[in-house]
């Protein structure tokens, strides 16, 4: 989106429902992790961007490092494979 309205002609606004994930004084949830069992490397959650979500081996992984827990990549997984806490 932020793409998108850089590049119009006229004058545009975002109005964000949320604060940007990077400022240091945002709170996160726990990183969430992958269950492997269940992971069938379809790569859908790889379609969202996020920096955090690679695959490895054919599985989805999840960078603890740089996942800020947001789940918005478990509503994309069809196989319930991302979860919150260790697994
Ligand atoms: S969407 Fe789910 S099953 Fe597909 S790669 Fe991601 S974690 Fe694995
Ligand atoms: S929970 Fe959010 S930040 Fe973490 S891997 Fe999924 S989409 Fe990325």
New binding site residues.
Partial sequence: MVKEELAADEPSVIISRRPCALLKYVRHDA??TVKEDQCVGCKSCMR?G?P??SIRNGKAA?DNTL????????QLCKFDA?KTGEV
């Fill in positions: 990183p969430l969202l996020c955090a979500i999840i996942c800020v827990g947001c789940k918005v990549c478990a991302l």
